[in-house]
């Protein structure tokens, strides 16, 4: 199983990134998918989350109104666009695979699968 995360970069608060998570080597519409960070000494957390079929999304608080999850199940790929970035939004974004029921976990451990992290800098 491989996911790879693409897309991040150095953006001005205000600004908009959109990261996108190639996966391989699972059968990706039967997988929910997350999308959680890590900020240089804090621990990772939950940022979205979409279940297999895409009809359900979930969001952290943070990110509630200004972050989107998608996804495209004939390009095995999720998505997820952050617009009116800010500098508390600086971290390591990671992708996730994780079985799930109708809906979609909002924790690490209901994952199974993870990407290698792609950064994104919001300067202020």
């Known amino acids: 199983v491989q996911l790879v995360e693409s897309g991040g970069g150095l953006v001005q608060a205000g600004g908009s990134l959109r990261l996108s998570c190639a996966a391989s080597g699972l059968p990706f519409n039967n997988y929910a998918m997350g999308w959680f960070r890590q900020a240089p000494g804090k621990e990772r957390e939950f940022v979205a989350a979409?279940?297999?079929?895409?009809?359900?999304?979930y969001y952290a608080d943070s990110v509630k109104g200004r972050f989107t999850i998608s996804r495209d199940n004939r390009k095995n790929t999720v998505y997820v666009q952050m617009n009116s970035l800010k500098p508390e939004d600086t971290a390591v974004y990671y992708c996730?695979?994780?079985?799930?029921?109708?809906?979609?976990?909002?924790?690490?451990?209901?994952?199974?699968?993870w990407g290698q992290g792609t950064q994104a800098t919001v300067s202020s």
């Open positions: 979409i279940n297999w079929s895409g009809g359900r999304t």
């Open positions: 996730a695979a994780g079985r799930a029921g109708p809906g979609a976990g909002l924790s690490a451990s209901d994952y199974e699968h």
